[in-house]
């Protein structure tokens, strides 16, 4: 079943988005939701909307619904934060679930952020942990019993690489090692199944193909069985178990819930779960179909108009993600070019020029007509004009 | 010269809001402009937004507009994260300024989630670090040179006292310790001139008295000859010094900037940016000559009117910050009558009412119709009403 819905998204004329992947575009009923919590929850209620508009509940309730997405069950995903943050809770909890060991192993393929924030956790930790840093294809042979946890981003942000959640998952616990996955660019993006995964683990952010707009919460995963035994390395008031005591010590709330820290950001949270409506209806096995569908006809139009460009993604589309990169020495100005004929893609040093398929909103005419632009761009060698040689983009 | 702006804020009729150092009220320029960046910034605008509209840039941007308000220098202020994330950085960050000191000094008038969060950290790092927490009052006293760290709320959140910012810090640095001000209840309240007092860090929030909306960021300070010898254990993509290189190894960007850590909440900080508006024009020593005005004349009024109150607060105006609380072993079920009849302040176990004064857009006309109505109350012994004995707000 097609689960085009183009008509909920206020795309501007014109434009062809294959940067959904990055940030997504602004769903329809969002602006209307957004106005009325500020005006008619703040400004109406004051301090009254953390209770009778239900703002304080908002991380649990809208965590249940991206949950759903991802294979999690009720009561098992919190939102807030950042997708940093979020990592940090998970591999500070996960270090102190295997306390005699001390390696992370994690890829190169992992978004740098990941990375800096276990250097950083382990240089305040100060008890010699080693982070290890893998090629992603040498990942299942470094899984042993010296490592306490094994962090990896499930698709790769550049390639769009997918590992096999599944199998790593089970190497991770035969090695007795915990098992963390960053879900940023799987949510939305590829069906999920963490309940089957059985990973201690998950976290992710909500502004790419979840369309929660800049900037917009994070989400964390604790293996329903584990979470009550999670020790929060940030405690904070809104995941102890009754914030209102204001006791001075803490004591962690029931369940995933710990894991909530300061006070929510209602706005971000609020557009958010106004973003989520889009997906109803939306079956995660028809989404991956046409994501696949619109992957492989990008892939074989531009093979046909553009043979400078090599496949940085798998040719497999079983082994990639929602995305499709190409490895190409003019690529920062060829997608600039892109850009300014309409086709937003996005460009990741040296040389990847990265396009997000997104079949809420993409179909197969976007598709044709972007690989049909990058054509022309390519054939009158628009990377050369200086005009598209100007500072990198923040994308 | 007046303060007074109410025109600017968007009350609602027949409030009197006593509650702005819990939650600050809608400015009115802010629904407008939230709704110009969601659909003229991220609908139209997509992933260019992050340069075109400069929402990259609005965490320092917001943060020397915070910081203006506070007596720091432009460059030692950013936004992001919550106020309890916050602390953390800075305190992680204290600890490794102190490698041979095991000691948090905080006090029993912190707010929890501070307490909260050095707990986190002292069980995560496991180094024998100890959190001690004395009564406000022997603070001084306890600033020894096993202190690491002294880590103090400004403004107590229940009673108002407030900490002597000059004389404290002086301590902590006789004593070889770090300090460390949250100044939730301080910033937009009081007059705080972080250069002179050359504390370490500084971190406050920005949803009371600044008006920034629930959920808005956190802010952090770094005295400026120290930013660039801070270790983020927090070390994010964004407080990197090169985030778009997507290095694997981490580097601290130059100065407070390292204390960026995931992708801003751009929804929240807009709303911040346009809800700071309202301070132009503001002379923090004419704010503090009215909110003493206020709070005084609240008193004396109170009891004029209110005899079985106690003043938790203290007495002399010089040592409490904005606000005014009272015990009262009704005081629950008063304050619920109190917002019934339109005067909202609010609770804190287990028996203060708490009335915050806001300058900007209370008169004295407010605080005498708010005493008004109280002394009705207790008069008509309202707080024996089963209506107002409903399960505790959450504020």
Chains 1, 2 share one sequence.
């Not at 689960?3 to 909920?8: F, G, Q, T």
């Not at 301090?47 to 649990?60: E, R, S, V, Y």
């Not at 994070?218 to 979470?227: E, K, Q």
């Not at 028809?286 to 108009?305: K, P, T």
């Amino acid at each position: 079943m097609s689960v085009l819905r183009k008509h909920l998204f206020d795309l501007p004329e014109g434009v062809i988005y294959l940067d959904g992947n990055s940030l997504g575009p602004l769903p329809k009923c969002v602006a209307g939701r957004v106005a009325q919590m500020v005006t008619g929850e703040w400004g109406a209620h004051l301090i009254k909307g953390w209770n009778i508009d239900g703002w304080m509940d908002q991380p649990a309730r809208v965590g249940d619904r991206v949950g759903h997405l991802i294979g999690a069950v009720p009561g098992s995903v919190v939102m807030g934060d950042t997708l940093s943050i979020k990592v940090y809770q998970a591999l500070s909890a996960a270090l102190q679930m295997r306390p005699a060991r001390r390696m992370i192993l994690s890829d190169s393929g992992n978004f740098p952020t990941d990375l800096y924030m276990a250097e950083g956790l382990i240089r305040h930790l100060s008890h010699g942990h080693d982070l290890k840093i893998v090629r992603p294809e040498e990942v299942m042979e470094n899984i042993t019993n010296e490592v306490a946890a094994v962090m990896l981003t499930h698709v790769d942000y550049r390639t769009g690489r997918m590992h096999d959640m599944a199998a790593i998952t089970k190497a991770a616990h035969a090695a007795g090692a915990v098992m963390i996955w960053d879900l940023a660019h799987s949510a939305g993006a590829v069906p999920v199944d963490l309940a089957a995964c059985g990973a201690e683990f998950a976290v992710g952010c909500s502004y790419k193909y979840l369309n929660g707009g800049p900037g917009a919460p994070a989400f964390i995963y604790i293996r329903p069985d584990l979470a009550d035994q999670v020790d929060p390395a940030l405690a904070g008031w809104l995941g102890h178990a009754a914030p209102f005591a204001f006791d001075l010590e803490y004591r962690p709330a029931p369940g995933v819930a710990r894991m909530r820290v300061g006070t929510p950001p209602v706005l971000q949270m609020t557009a958010l779960d106004a973003a989520l409506d889009v997906w109803e209806g939306v079956d995660m096995g028809d989404l991956r179909a046409a994501s696949i569908a619109l992957s492989e006809r990008f892939i074989a139009e531009v093979a046909a108009r553009c043979p400078g460009l090599a496949l940085a993604s798998p040719h497999d589309p079983e082994l990639r993600g929602s995305q499709v990169s190409f490895h190409f020495t003019h690529g920062y100005a060829t997608m600039q070019a892109l850009i300014a004929h309409g086709v937003i893609g996005d460009f990741r040093a040296p040389d990847i020029m990265r396009f997000g398929f997104t079949p809420l909103y993409i179909d197969e005419g976007d598709v044709i007509a972007a690989a049909e632009i990058l054509g022309r761009i390519l054939k009158d060698r628009l990377w050369d004009d200086p005009a598209y040689h100007a500072r990198q983009a923040v994308t």
